[in-house]
């Protein structure tokens, strides 16, 4: 949270260089803080119940956070390892796995976030210039055009509206109003 509201006054000190603009983005990042942050929350109460079940203190239980995410091949890694191990005593191999658990089932947001940037990149490669037209179409696309193929089988053949709503529509020429779909002749 401090590092959001770090980015929101980096902006709002830059915005009378392009008011227009910068506005609102730091307008739109403000009113939706605690929405884009909410895993934030779940993260840390999670943390907190670890530190409760194994009475260890919760930085600690963050130590062991931090040191997972670093690679194994580290001599940081191994270090901080040696560092926590000694803190911890026998309580690291618990707390270090019930924080390995906690990390598998909570949703990377970056991977999300970058999995939607390599989806978006090819519409806006196509287009130098985009305007909110644009954007409603490319919206309106992406959410009714039918998955070809998914790591859960549930999704294939079905569109992210349809997964959302839990009803079938019709093709999305159609919803457009474009007239049903004509087969090609040959």
Not at 48 to 65: F, M, N, S, W
């Amino acid at each position: 949270m401090e590092l959001f509201d770090f980015v929101v006054q980096e902006l709002r000190r830059r915005e009378p260089q392009d008011a227009r603009r910068i506005r609102r983005v730091r307008v739109a990042l403000q009113n939706q803080r605690d929405d884009l942050l909410a895993f934030a929350g779940v993260l840390d109460a999670r943390l907190a119940a670890i530190a409760q079940t194994h009475t260890v203190a919760e930085p600690l239980v963050r130590a062991a956070l931090v040191l997972h995410r670093k690679p194994t091949t580290s001599p940081a890694y191994w270090q901080g390892r040696g560092r926590l191990c000694a803190s911890l005593g026998s309580q690291f191999n618990a707390v270090s796995s019930a924080v390995a658990q906690v990390m598998e089932q909570t949703p990377r947001c970056s991977s999300l976030v970058e999995n939607l940037n390599s989806r978006l990149r090819t519409y806006f490669t196509l287009r130098r210039h985009l305007g909110s037209p644009y954007l409603g179409l490319l919206q309106f696309f992406l959410n009714h055009r039918r998955y070809m193929r998914s790591r859960k089988s549930a999704r294939t053949g079905r569109s992210p509206c349809e997964l959302m709503t839990g009803q079938p529509h019709a093709h999305w020429l159609t919803l457009l109003g474009l007239g049903p779909l004509q087969p090609q002749r040959a």
